[in-house]
């Protein structure tokens, strides 16, 4: 699943990230998050998001205006890093203000702009607890372990816009047909916790942050599948 096709195409444009948030969310899902660190090409897949807007109380942006939530304020496609339980998150504003989408997940991409040296720097950033090589299947699952394992850090990419030349998503025609989508995850009571903002690459649900076609979990109950419009599928694909 790590194994992509061979050159690297093209960033995807500014107007790519000025939709929807729950739209973006869903479009995101199989794109490839490419961040250079040194002469090399850190990559991942993106396979779980969670949309966020300005309206909802799970949203930063709720909380009002701050010149640290600015970029969720600023035009589709900017930057917005935070720190989450100690380590780096990594979001993309979406069309309107306060609106945007956090990338909750990724798997190791790799390619022959990415390839082995790649995910050796990957590990080499992001070992486990004993300071061992992580899994590949382990290394980006979660927000805070996928900026780990790409490099990102908040004071180098918050509030800023995509570089070619650095940091940019891609189009690498992996775009899965059905999502699953759920609730998010960590939101208090109270915040809008029951909002449904939460998608998930089902060939990847086994590498999120909590499985949501896990054992106990039920179709219609605890998820949904939807197409990449977010229209509800009657059973799974």
């Given amino acids: 699943m790590a194994a992509g096709p061979g050159a690297a195409g093209q960033p995807l444009p500014d107007a790519f990230f000025d939709r929807d948030a729950a739209q973006l969310a869903r479009e995101l899902l199989g794109k490839v998050i490419r961040h250079r660190v040194g002469r090399l090409w850190l990559s991942a897949r993106i396979i779980e998001t969670e949309a966020y807007y300005l309206e909802e109380k799970g949203s930063h942006a709720s909380l009002g205006y701050t010149h ?29 203000p306060g609106n945007a989408v956090l990338i909750k997940s990724g798997y190791p991409w790799t390619d022959a702009l990415s390839g082995p040296k790649s995910l050796a720097r990957m ?12 899994p590949p299947a382990g290394l980006c699952a979660g927000q805070t372990l996928l900026c780990r394992a790409l ?14 030349r650095a940091l940019y998503v891609e189009d690498v025609g992996q775009a899965p047909a059905a999502l699953i989508c759920t609730t998010r995850l960590g939101i208090p009571l109270g915040r809008d916790e029951h909002l449904s903002y939460r998608f998930v690459d089902p060939s990847y649900a086994a590498f999120c942050t909590r499985n949501p076609l896990r054992r ?17 599928l009657p059973e799974a694909p």
């Fill in 68 to 96: 640290k939530r600015r970029a969720l304020f600023m035009d589709g496609g900017t930057v917005y890093m935070y720190y989450a339980r100690g380590g780096d998150s990594l979001n993309f504003s979406a069309a309107g």
């Fill in 123 to 134: 590990q080499e950033l992001n070992p486990d607890a004993q300071g061992r090589p992580r």
């Fill in 151 to 164: 490099g990102l850090k908040v004071p180098d990419w918050d509030a800023r816009r995509f570089d070619p």
């Fill in 216 to 232: 106990g979990q039920r179709a219609g109950h605890d998820y949904v599948w939807v197409d990449r419009q977010g229209i509800v």
